[in-house]
């Protein structure tokens, strides 16, 4: 028999390190408390998830339902910035402005350096907005840090999703491969 778990639609590696999405789950056990899945994925049949990727996409998830409750309002991006800024990075983030506005087809925010400034395209859905948004705020945290204008000056081109965005990309929550693009699905 067949059951609905809640690592459908996580993603998981193979030995090669290549990335799977988990399309349907064929079996599910307990053993010693620890939950072990036996899954169905894309391209290479059956799977054996860790339990630990399992606890740690849960617990994932556990928190985004609290930071959901703490917003209240998702249309306030305002309230939004503050409670994603005191889960992931402990009210730190300094920024100058946030703004709603149309961004056209070209991209769903931007996050300029010079300015303080982050731009969240205003037709994006309420749980699109908020990945967008955490999207941005890495970039903030990146600049934050290292200083994309200085990298910039050093090494001749500002590396906006390179290693260090996406290390910090995974720490906030986003699994699996990170691309340029990601954010407009981490909580959907």
């Known amino acids: 028999m067949d059951y609905i778990c809640s690592v459908v639609g996580f993603k998981c590696w193979n030995s090669q390190r290549r990335s799977y999405i988990i399309r349907k789950c064929i079996h599910k056990c307990v053993k010693r408390e ?62 100058k402005h946030l703004e709603l506005v149309d961004c056209g087809r070209v991209a769903d925010g931007w996050y300029i350096p010079e300015e303080s400034r982050i731009k969240i395209d205003e037709g994006l859905g309420l749980l699109c907005r908020a990945g967008v948004l955490l999207h941005e705020l890495c970039h903030l ?48």
């Open 34 to 95: 620890m939950w072990c899945y036996i899954i169905q994925v894309e391209e290479v049949g059956e799977y054996m998830i860790s339990s630990r990727s399992v606890r740690w996409h849960r617990k994932m998830k556990e928190g985004d339902r609290r930071m959901f409750s703490k917003i209240g309002d998702m249309s306030n991006i305002y309230r939004m910035y503050d409670v994603m800024n005191d889960r992931w990075w402990g009210g730190e983030l300094e920024l």
């Open 141 to 188: 945290s990146v600049d934050m840090e290292y200083g994309y204008l200085e990298m910039g000056e050093r090494l001749g081109r500002i590396p906006w999703h390179g290693r260090l965005w996406k290390e910090e990309m995974g720490r906030v929550g986003f699994a699996g491969r990170i691309y340029s693009t990601s954010g407009n699905d981490r909580f959907s």
